[in-house]
């Protein structure tokens, strides 16, 4: 079998099961369509997604339906989208094709490869009309999106690039937050501004250039004393903000982190924690938080390693309502949002990813999201909820619900993600675990096992035992196992 085929498979696998969406990887198309420019901006924007993806013919777009492809149609198919690559784009690129099976359906995939040189973009315009792949649509780069691909493909990250240029280490000092660098390695600072200014080289913060520095965005990002110092970082916050209601009609009190995000990490989380809990008096005044710490910490770690620099004009933003609490960054997600537990990392900066990682402000086992579930579960709240749009990604967490306050979708989202969370332990969830999860007792096993049938009959797990008779005793997987 061709190298590509096992992933083409894998991929129409993933995009059909068990909620039919088009991914990034690959777009379905039930004929072909006789508009050349959109099928070029759709091969444009495939060889500018990593790993590049395929257009797949005999797919229904409205609902997944397969529809019959002929021989005919699949030669006229190849020659056509083999010119448009040919002479539609700003330079020939070769398509690979095959008929393949899928549970007994002939289907066309059309492999479009990554292009090492980008951006990509159409023949007869200029580099800004270039496509991308985003939350499984094709849409256009903004002028932001195509000088970071055009960095990505020299080989530099935005953790890499130049923020500012400095003539003394003093100036460095003046700008970077080093005793806050120095606290969160649990050392103390040198005495010798020569060791500190080396230490920042070697955690790749700044770049010596003679007798003059390059502070990286790398170092600035994470400790600047303040972000507005650096022209390229301006518009780069974190704003918490606290709402009267269920709605951002009235705003009761807004947070900007003004700071690098490891200078103002902890605040931020113990601004959102005073403004989410509820106060308790009993002989001592105590404050009980209304969601788990741990999984605030690692949403907003997330929000920031995750989010695209490229995209201006949008805040990494924390809303808190008085029923959620959402974390918004910008950029699609890149892994689909029904595998953030399980999927391993992938992260836009990943320098920055490893480096949040050393200082402990954040988890590198998967994306953080499955010890942020585990703690949810803990304290018996919903199912976080994740969204992904064209240019930004949202997690909402809810305060806690009991069972029967749930609705049907509530419910089936907490045994799937806690199904994921057990899966990956190596562990299958039954009746036992859901009762555990969803604060039952013994004698409501009945209702654990009416949750477990809904989460089957909608896709999102599959028994391991389906020849036991009596369903108290199925154990459940996720459907991807």
């Given at each position: 079998?061709?190298?590509?085929?096992?992933?083409?498979?894998?991929?129409?696998?993933?995009?059909?099961?068990?909620?039919?969406?088009e991914?990034?990887?690959?777009?379905?198309?039930?004929?072909?369509?006789?508009?050349?420019?959109?099928?070029?901006?759709?091969?444009?924007?495939?060889?500018?997604?990593?790993?590049?993806?395929f257009?797949?013919?005999?797919?229904?777009?409205?609902?997944?339906?397969?529809?019959?492809?002929?021989?005919?149609?699949?030669?006229?198919?190849?020659?056509?989208?083999?010119?448009?690559?040919?002479?539609?784009?700003?330079?020939?690129?070769?398509?690979?094709?095959?008929?393949?099976?899928?549970?007994?359906?002939?289907?066309?995939?059309?492999?479009?490869?990554?292009?090492?040189?980008?951006?990509?973009?159409?023949?007869?315009?200029?580099?800004?009309?270039?496509?991308?792949?985003?939350?499984?649509?094709?849409?256009?780069?903004?002028?932001?999106?195509?000088?970071?691909?055009?960095?990505?493909?020299?080989?530099?990250?935005?953790?890499?690039?130049?923020?500012?240029?400095?003539?003394?280490?003093?100036?460095?000092?003046?700008?970077?937050?080093?005793?806050?660098?120095?606290?969160?390695?649990?050392?103390?600072?040198p005495?010798?501004?020569?060791?500190?200014?080396?230490?920042?080289?070697?955690?790749?913060?700044?770049?010596?250039?003679?007798?003059?520095?390059?502070?990286?965005?790398?170092g600035?990002?994470?400790?600047?004393?303040?972000?507005?110092?650096?022209?390229?970082?301006k518009?780069?916050?974190?704003?918490?903000?606290?709402?009267?209601?269920?709605?951002?009609?009235?705003?009761?009190?807004?947070?900007?982190?003004?700071?690098?995000?490891?200078?103002?990490?902890?605040?931020?989380?113990?601004?959102?924690?005073?403004?989410?809990?509820?106060?308790?008096?009993?002989?001592?005044?105590?404050?009980?938080?209304?969601?788990?710490?741990?999984?605030?910490?690692?949403?907003?770690?997330n929000?920031?390693?995750?989010?695209?620099?490229?995209?201006?004009?949008?805040?990494?933003?924390?809303?808190?309502?008085?029923?959620?609490?959402?974390?918004?960054?910008?950029?699609s997600?890149?892994?689909?949002?029904?595998?953030?537990?399980?999927?391993?990392?992938?992260?836009?900066?990943?320098?920055?990813?490893?480096?949040?990682?050393?200082?402990?402000?954040?988890?590198?086992?998967?994306?953080?999201?499955?010890?942020?579930?585990?703690?949810?579960?803990?304290?018996?709240?919903?199912?976080?909820?994740?969204?992904?749009?064209?240019?930004?990604?949202?997690?909402?967490?809810?305060?806690?619900?009991?069972?029967?306050?749930?609705?049907?979708?509530?419910?089936?989202a907490?045994?799937?993600?806690?199904?994921?969370?057990?899966?990956?332990?190596?562990?299958?969830?039954?009746?036992?675990?859901?009762?555990?999860?969803?604060?039952?007792?013994?004698?409501?096993?009945?209702?654990?096992?009416?949750?477990?049938?809904?989460?089957?009959?909608v896709?999102?797990?599959?028994?391991?035992?389906?020849?036991?008779?009596?369903?108290?005793?199925?154990?459940?997987?996720?459907?991807?196992?």
């Amino acid at each position: 079998m061709i190298t590509w085929h096992n992933k083409a498979i894998k991929l129409l696998e993933n995009s059909l099961s068990p909620i039919p969406q088009e991914l990034n990887g690959i777009d379905w198309k039930c004929a072909l369509s006789d508009k050349s420019e959109r099928l070029a901006q759709h091969l444009c924007a495939f060889s500018n997604t990593q790993g590049g993806g395929f257009l797949v013919f005999g797919i229904n777009n409205d609902d997944a339906s397969f529809v019959e492809i002929t021989k005919t149609e699949v030669e006229e198919i190849a020659n056509k989208l083999g010119n448009i690559a040919k002479n539609n784009l700003a330079w020939s690129i070769q398509l690979e094709h095959d008929v393949l099976d899928y549970n007994g359906h002939a289907l066309l995939f059309m492999h479009i490869p990554e292009q090492t040189n980008k951006p990509m973009y159409l023949r007869g315009k200029d580099i800004y009309e270039a496509y991308i792949r985003s939350a499984g649509h094709t849409v256009k780069m903004s002028r932001e999106q195509v000088h970071e691909l055009i960095a990505q493909s020299h080989g530099l990250t935005f953790e890499d690039r130049v923020a500012m240029n400095v003539n003394s280490a003093e100036e460095v000092l003046q700008l970077l937050d080093y005793a806050k660098f120095y606290e969160l390695l649990h050392k103390s600072v040198p005495t010798d501004i020569s060791r500190v200014v080396a230490q920042f080289e070697e955690y790749g913060l700044i770049a010596a250039r003679g007798y003059t520095f390059d502070i990286l965005n790398l170092g600035a990002i994470l400790f600047a004393r303040e972000l507005c110092d650096f022209n390229g970082l301006k518009g780069k916050e974190i704003v918490v903000r606290r709402y009267e209601g269920t709605n951002n009609r009235v705003l009761n009190i807004e947070y900007v982190c003004k700071s690098g995000y490891a200078v103002g990490f902890e605040d931020l989380i113990d601004f959102i924690a005073k403004n989410t809990g509820k106060e308790r008096i009993e002989i001592m005044r105590s404050h009980e938080p209304s969601y788990p710490i741990v999984a605030v910490r690692e949403l907003l770690a997330n929000m920031m390693v995750h989010q695209d620099f490229a995209i201006k004009g949008m805040l990494s933003t924390v809303e808190i309502f008085t029923n959620r609490i959402t974390f918004t960054n910008p950029g699609s997600s890149l892994n689909d949002v029904n595998r953030l537990i399980d999927l391993p990392p992938h992260s836009r900066n990943e320098k920055m990813a490893q480096l949040m990682l050393l200082l402990d402000m954040c988890e590198r086992r998967g994306s953080g999201i499955d010890r942020a579930t585990d703690a949810i579960g803990q304290m018996k709240l919903p199912a976080y909820k994740a969204q992904s749009e064209d240019d930004f990604t949202r997690i909402t967490l809810f305060p806690k619900k009991s069972v029967k306050d749930m609705t049907r979708d509530e419910r089936i989202a907490v045994c799937y993600q806690h199904a994921c969370l057990l899966y990956e332990d190596g562990q299958a969830i039954n009746n036992m675990s859901a009762r555990e999860r969803f604060n039952l007792n013994k004698n409501q096993t009945v209702l654990a096992s009416r949750i477990l049938s809904d989460t089957q009959q909608v896709g999102l797990i599959k028994p391991v035992n389906p020849e036991m008779e009596a369903k108290r005793y199925f154990a459940y997987i996720p459907y991807y196992g």
